[in-house]
């Protein structure tokens, strides 16, 4: 069977992110058709006894929230992890992960670990500071025994924090995962990335890719900003766990890179020392340093995946695999867009929201759907609406500028 799956987010216990609520998301999950939902942040000890607290085990590792029967949970965190990654290196390079357990026993085992670690569990996204790629290594086979069937993989693999990304230049995964690195069969695409870019990159030819929305709060226009399709054999954790590291994943829905924030190289204005000019750059040369502030440029994803494309010079010899993917913007931006208006919670946009919802089934199915019979679902919309909804569909969208430096690229919708 296939379902919809969103399995990377953080709770109110994450930096910046404000209280959120399970209820809250189990709503939004139904109009968005997200079948299962990564936790966020189930290692904190507030969060996790919440979780305890709310949800009920409906299937082997699948949790459910009352008065919410579709709405499914997997327990889930990141953790970010920082090695030096030789000895003669002063410099630490940090590396996200994103963990899923089968269970609560698992969560209780791997903060234990934690604490053996000398880990301080008081922020959503662990931090935990090894010496070496060795020590990495060891890490990630120590939680996998400890707690068997957890599964992690690299988090939004190519932005600045990812295992690829500009802030830790390394060639290859086991620079920084040592001897682990064999065991890596899946890493998440990131919204500044996307299949095509990913398999640029030789490394990555062979691996499993899942793409998330990475969200931090409830809102429309964040749960399931990308999600994966599965084909599972059983609807529990470990039916999505083999699907994700065998052969199950059906189709990922994913960002427009140039919309991610950290597409292209440059450094925004605002930031400290940089505040009165903006540069970004698209191609052409990276500079040594940026010309309006003199400091090192933050690196964009594109500019990241051409370095590795041409660093790479390993042999690997399994096949590519088939990627099906489809870029898409969050259907709230598109109403917002199609009525030449900025916010994406005003009450036009939410009416003409759930109009389409109560027309299409939700937003998962809304895009699945034929541009024929969509066209005639939402034949009511107003034209401006309906235009920007089935331009979007066929892929009629880009962002100019693209994202840079934290700073996400700004839509335009491309009508016939």
Excluded at 2 to 15: F, N, P
Excluded at 101 to 110: L, M, R
């Amino acid at each position: 069977m296939k379902i919809a799956v969103d399995l990377h987010s953080h709770s109110g216990y994450s930096g910046g992110v404000g209280k959120i609520r399970l209820e809250n998301i189990a709503e939004t999950m139904k109009l968005k058709g997200i079948d299962i939902f990564g936790t966020g942040d189930c290692l904190h000890p507030a969060w996790n006894a919440k979780l305890k607290e709310e949800l009920t085990e409906t299937a082997n590792g699948i949790y459910r929230l009352s008065g919410f029967p579709k709405a499914g949970f997997v327990l889930q965190n990141e953790m970010v992890l920082t090695a030096a990654l030789s000895p003669a290196s002063k410099t630490r390079k940090s590396v996200h992960m994103v963990f899923l357990y089968p269970n609560f026993h698992s969560t209780e085992i791997v903060s234990r670990l934690l604490d053996k670690y000398g880990v301080k569990n008081t922020i959503g996204r662990p931090f935990v500071k090894l010496e070496s790629p060795a020590a990495v290594s060891r890490f990630l086979k120590n939680v996998m025994d400890a707690a068997p069937g957890t599964l992690a993989f690299p988090a939004h693999a190519m932005t600045p924090d990812g295992i690829y990304g500009s802030h830790n230049p390394v060639t290859y995964l086991e620079e920084f995962f040592g001897d682990y690195a064999k065991e890596i069969r899946l890493i998440e695409t990131g919204l500044s990335a996307d299949p095509e870019m990913l398999d640029r990159i030789p490394e990555c030819r062979s691996l499993n890719f899942i793409s998330n929305s990475d969200c931090h709060s409830a809102a429309l226009n964040r749960i399931g900003r990308e999600f994966t399709l599965l084909n599972v054999d059983t609807p529990d954790y470990s039916g999505i766990r083999k699907a994700l590291t065998e052969t199950g994943i059906s189709a990922t829905f994913e960002f427009n890179p140039r919309e991610g924030k950290f597409f292209a190289t440059g450094h925004r204005k605002g930031k400290e020392g940089h505040s009165h000019e903006s540069f970004r750059l698209e191609t052409g040369k990276i500079p040594d340093r940026c010309p309006v502030c003199g400091k090192a440029l933050t690196i964009g994803v594109a500019d990241r995946v051409s370095q590795l494309s041409a660093s790479q010079k390993k042999q690997f010899t399994s096949k590519i695999l088939h990627r099906d993917f489809h870029h898409l913007i969050p259907l709230v931006e598109v109403i917002s867009a199609g009525l030449g208006q900025k916010s994406v919670s005003g009450k036009k946009v939410l009416s003409l929201y759930r109009i389409c919802v109560e027309k299409c089934g939700n937003e998962v199915s809304l895009w699945q759907m034929k541009l024929p019979e969509l066209a005639q679902r939402l034949q009511k919309l107003p034209d401006s609406v309906l235009a920007s909804i089935l331009s979007v569909h066929e892929g009629k969208f880009t962002f100019d500028p693209p994202g840079y430096d934290g700073e996400y690229g700004k839509l335009k919708i491309l009508r016939d």
